[in-house]
């Protein structure tokens, strides 16, 4: 579901002007199938068990991406000339069932992003907006008393959107993620909340570049503070750290002239300022921003996120 989508056409222009190196960044092209910083408030909701047996909750995304800069942690700086903007709106369905597995409650969601990206590199500048990659996950809720609910799930990422060697913008990374996930939202005093979602990356191989990008350990996180009683104001933000090198035909992936095959490993922090409104008594609202740092083999750029939550009973 990430909203970053620059593919092998840009990896290859990278490549060629650092100096012919073997291929990109940071899995392919610096992107991945994660969707940084997605969840924030209230990621998981509390006293599961009380809720009707039959929940849904619609949800609506809003996420704007924009990087100036590609840093390269191998070759010690960042490349110039590179503009990353995109634009995705995510509509997903959260079902809670009364099924019973493992002592908690089984459900199931699924996100199917719209994509807008614009990439601009060296003087080359694409466009391209469509339908992204469909994210479906079971998942399992246990209610752990008034204020802690714990979740396990599974997230499959598939390559439903538009993709092509040739172009610059995509809106598919074009190949298949298996993620498993853990979350939880505890509210350790009346006032305040914290919530993380944290998930690994296994990323199978795209078969139209010949390239896997290497596997991933992230989490987003949140942290809130209930100043009146609809209003919540806080922090959010998204750690992710490549732990796996990237391999094309075969080889792990470097930069030509490094003398060590450092696997192009991506890394990212990012943090900032949120607020969590409710209304209709149980529908939210939310909108986050963030700054990244500590950026290696990826783009470095600010995320913003809105999100609308509805849920009902039937």
Known sequence: MNPIRTTFALQLTLGLACGGALSALATESGVDNIGPGTDGFFVLPLEVDS??????????????YKARKFNISSLGGELPDVEIESTAVVPRIDYLSPLRV???RAGIYIAQPWIKQEVSVFGLHDTREGMGDTTISPIV???????????????????????STDRLANTSNNFYTYKPLFSFTWLPTEDTEVSMKTTYSFNRKNKDTDYRSGQIFHFDYSASYRVTDNLRLGLNGYYLKQTTDDKQYGRTVQFAGQDVDDGVRGQVFAIGPALHLTFLKYASAEIR??????????TEGEMLWAKISIPFAF
């Open 141 to 163: 809720l246990w209610d752990m008393g008034k204020h802690l609910t714990l979740a396990a799930a599974v997230e499959i990422t598939v390559p439903t959107g538009e993709y």
């Open 102 to 104: 493992a002592g908690g």
């Open 51 to 64: 809720l009707p047996d039959h929940m849904v909750a619609f949800n609506l995304y809003y996420n704007h």
């Open 289 to 298: 921003w963030a700054k990244e740092f500590e950026v290696e083999n990826r």
